[in-house]
């Protein structure tokens, strides 16, 4: 059995998780879900938040683990689940990116984000007085977030939604070939991500060295709208004795 940590993109929190964490508790796997800084139970205030912090509470959940992990990052997570990889190299099994930012060695997120173009989330981002926050309109968090999934889904998370730290967004990722490189890894592109463009998934995938490409045909967030479909890729990718190199495969 697989031990998965699952860490929530920006303005979620660890409930984003509960269908998947729920799945995987049936398939007789541990998932552990944690709120990053200043989400979900986390009252952290944004100015307080910092990519550090975000990587921080990464590390210690593995550390926690007691053994190696399946550590999977959506969205906006997929910069921190790299950086954790970068600290934490010998307690990952796999890194899984969920339509997530692939950012390179000096890179930040606020870099990649701005390559993405005709996405629903960018050109609707309302910041707070001080800029040390920012949130998404709420008048197209369904169609940028959720688009597969019901009103009564949609309502639920966005009452959840929560302010992002624009300071993890500036921090560039510091990444080495000998720590972060040598940790196998697994991109699960959703094709009818409208936050997160599928053209842009397949960029960062096509730039990336040494990783496997899984599809999966649903909205930017997987786990509400898809979470059957989205637990058979996780377990796929721990049923993997080893990396064998780079694959593409549909589900």
Sequence with gaps: MSTFVLVHGAWHGAWCWWKVVSLLAREGHTAVAPDLPGHGEDRTPPSDVSFASYTRRICEAMDAAGEPVILVGHSMAGAVISQAAENRPEKVLFLVYLCAYLVRDGESLRDIARRGVDNKVTPNLVFS???????????????????????????????????????????????????????????????????????????????????????????????????????????????????????????
């Excluded at 007085?129 to 009564?152: F, H, K, N, P, T």
């Excluded at 990722?173 to 397949?202: E, H, K, M, N, W």
């Excluded at 509400?224 to 996780?234: D, N």
């Design 129 to 251: 007085r001080d800029r040390s926050a920012m949130a998404v309109r709420e008048d197209v968090i369904g169609d940028a977030l959720y688009g597969d999934c019901s009103a009564e889904e949609i309502a639920w998370a966005t009452s959840r939604l929560v302010p992002e730290a624009t300071a993890v967004w500036r921090t560039p990722v510091r990444l080495t070939a000998a720590r972060f490189g040598g940790v196998p890894r697994v991109y699960i592109q959703c094709s009818r991500d409208q936050a997160i463009p599928i053209s842009l998934q397949q960029q960062m995938c096509a730039e990336a060295s040494d990783i496997e490409v899984l599809s999966i045909d649903t909205d930017h967030s997987p786990f509400l709208s898809a979470p059957e479909r989205l637990v058979q890729l996780l377990l796929q990718v721990g049923e993997r004795p080893c990396r064998e190199g780079r694959t593409e495969s549909r589900f």
